[in-house]
Structure formats: C-alpha cells, structure tokens
C-alpha cells in the first residue's frame, strides 16, 4: 500500500467517525503517536539487549552494578526525545486545553516532522543497545576503562540527537 493511499483511508476513517477531530488534528496526534511509540520501542529493545549483558557480568561481579547500569541505560534516552516530540507537538495542538483546530496540511506537516526522531530512535536505540552489550565486556575484564567503553555507544547516540534536533526544529517551524 502506498503512503498516498494510507492516508486516503485514515482520511475516509476520520470523516465516517464521530470523534469530533478535524483530519488536521488526527495527523498530529498520528504524528506524536509514532514519535513516541517507535522511539519508545527502540529503547525498549535496546536496553533489554544491554541489560541481558549486564546482568551476566553483575553475576560475575556484583560490584560492577553500577558501571553496567549506566551502559544499560544510555539506549534509554531515544525514547525520551520521542516522547519530548510527543508533547511538543500535542503542546503546539493545545491538546491538554481545549485543542485547537489545524488544517489537514499543517497536520501532515506535524506527522512528517515527527518522522526523524521516529524512524532514528527506533533504529540507533537498537544499535545503540547492541553496542553497549559489546562493551559491557569490555568492563567485565576492565572496568577502569569505562571512560573508553562509554564512548563507543556515545557516538550511535550523536544521530539520534541530530534527529531529535531535525524533529524539533521542524514542529516549531511549523505555524498553527
């Protein structure tokens, strides 16, 4: 299915519902929906592959907890600037005070703009995750090299904060 057609059936479901929202704020809310959900996935996934590595070497040495720990949390953060996405677009929408209407344009325009952090949250979350696994090894035989190790996953968070940046300077351009 084509995007052009994805969108004729949101369309059509939007004006045969009676949800009271105007297809402009639909696509919005679709578009804060997805930043937070797809960046919010990645995350989930990539801190359960650090975490699995993790708990192998707390296993080994309870006294590493807290330098694995932070490993394990750095994929974490792609989920938060999904979510931050998410509120700024539901904020510029005034969802959570009587929400204003937008035309079906500046609603598109909101879900594509929502997109980068979405698709790179959801995809370096991941990678970011494998590489903090790979790491973790590197503090299980050598823990006074976490300066070191935390560079590695640092750089796969470098395109998901480009993205963050993409995604935010593209909703705030956006008039409603």
Do not use: C, W
């Amino acid at each position: 299915m084509e995007l052009g057609q994805i969108f004729a059936v949101l369309g059509t479901a939007a004006s045969t519902t009676e949800t009271g929202l105007s297809l402009g704020q639909i696509y919005a809310i679709l578009g804060a929906a997805t930043a937070v959900a797809l960046a919010g996935l990645g995350s989930v996934i990539g801190v359960a592959i650090a975490g699995q590595s993790a708990a192998g070497v707390v296993t080994e040495d309870p006294d590493k907890f807290g330098q694995v720990l932070l490993l394990q949390a750095l994929p974490g953060t792609q989920g938060i600037y999904g979510l931050l996405i998410g509120f700024i677009i539901m904020n510029k929408l005034n969802i959570f005070g009587g929400m204003i209407d937008v035309s079906t344009e500046t609603g598109l325009l909101l879900f594509v703009s929502a997109l980068p952090i979405a698709i790179v949250g959801l995809i370096s979350a991941i990678y970011q995750g494998r590489t903090s696994a790979a790491v973790i090894g590197i503090i299980a035989k050598r823990p006074e090299e976490l300066g070191k190790a935390i560079t590695f996953p640092v750089v796969v968070e470098t395109y998901a904060v480009l993205a963050l940046l993409a995604s935010f300077l593209m909703v705030n351009g956006i008039p409603v």
